[in-house]
């Protein structure tokens, strides 16, 4: 009988990772370039100009989503040199 090994490395939180950070880039890159080409917002860029936050602040919540995917791909990143190693 083989015995599965039960994944304890952070991999569903690592997902979670990829999944928010997705999520960040689209509604602030996609709302900047949606304000620019077309003069309107949606998700969370509509709801900040309604809080009458800067412009700037799309930019910022799509490059922490970035800052998400850079964090979960390292993560695995190092995880799999460290699989290598053993």
């Keep these: 009988?083989?015995?599965q090994r039960k994944r304890s490395?952070?991999?569903s939180?690592?997902?979670l990772l990829w999944?928010?950070?997705a999520v960040l880039v689209i509604q602030g890159f996609g709302s900047a370039v949606t304000e620019a080409g077309w003069d309107t917002s949606f998700g969370v860029a509509a709801l900040l100009r309604a809080a009458d936050t800067p412009e700037?602040?799309?930019l910022v919540i799509g490059s922490v989503g970035v800052v998400l995917w850079g964090v979960a791909a390292?993560?695995?990143?190092g995880r799999?040199?460290?699989?290598?190693r053993t």
């Design 56 to 58: 700037w602040t799309t």
């Design 13 to 15: 939180g690592q997902g």
């Design 19 to 21: 999944l928010f950070g």
């Design 74 to 77: 390292s993560g695995r990143y």
């Design 80 to 84: 799999k040199r460290a699989d290598r």
């Design 1 to 3: 009988m083989v015995k």
């Design 9 to 11: 490395d952070g991999s």
